[in-house]
RNA sequence: ACAU
DNA sequence: CTATGT
């Protein structure tokens, strides 16, 4: 295999930032600098659109996939979600609203009832949601809900939850579930629009 | 603090 | 303002 020659340098952290056409002057922007981050890159284009894509406001993603969120009333405790095709604005799915819930255990059962119809249609497409705590319960394959532990969730959402981890435990499954940026690129289309 |  | 989670 016939090595490129590095013809440009990016030093994200340094010293100095942004792109450097030397290797010597990337180590004078680097070295001693405690975390240095810096690569090497074949093409000045690609180094500058490599420094640029950090600073750039991220765009949000297009094409197929499937988006997924929850909606909750933190007084009355109703719970409902659904699933929205990102690429036509189709409702994919739509459950509830269920009482007794919380926020996080609709999130999940969303991302999991998305991965279901994903393998029935199989369709491989990302599923997107916008809770961290959900995909940490998925990553887990376990609901870790307080308000469960603590008897304050309808038992029918409980042997929903049960359902839904034994369907992760059963099924493997193709698609990402990948991270909806928010703050970025606004509300995940799946969102209910009450806040 | 961050994410809902 | 309240509530659910890592
Ligand atoms: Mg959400
Ligand atoms: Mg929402």
Known sequence: MAK??????????GHKTGVFDTWAQCQQATSGYAGAQFKGFTSKAEALAAFN????????????????????????KDMEYQGVWLDTGETAFRVGPIADGTNNIGEFLAIVHGL???KQLGDDCP???DSATAMAWLRKKKANSQN???????????????????W??????PNKVLKWHTKDWGEIPADFGRK
């Open 127 to 129: 599923i997107y949601t």
């Open 53 to 76: 894509g950090e600073l750039s406001t991220p765009k949000a993603p297009t094409g197929h996939a499937l988006t997924v969120d929850a909606a909750w009333n933190s007084v009355g």
């Open 4 to 13: 490129k020659k590095n013809a440009a340098y990016v030093v994200w952290k």
């Open 168 to 173: 992760l435990q059963e099924n493997p499954y």
């Open 116 to 118: 279901a119809l994903l």
């Open 148 to 166: 469960v532990k603590e008897g304050r969730v309808d038992a029918k959402l409980i042997e929903l939850l049960a359902r839904a981890e034994l």
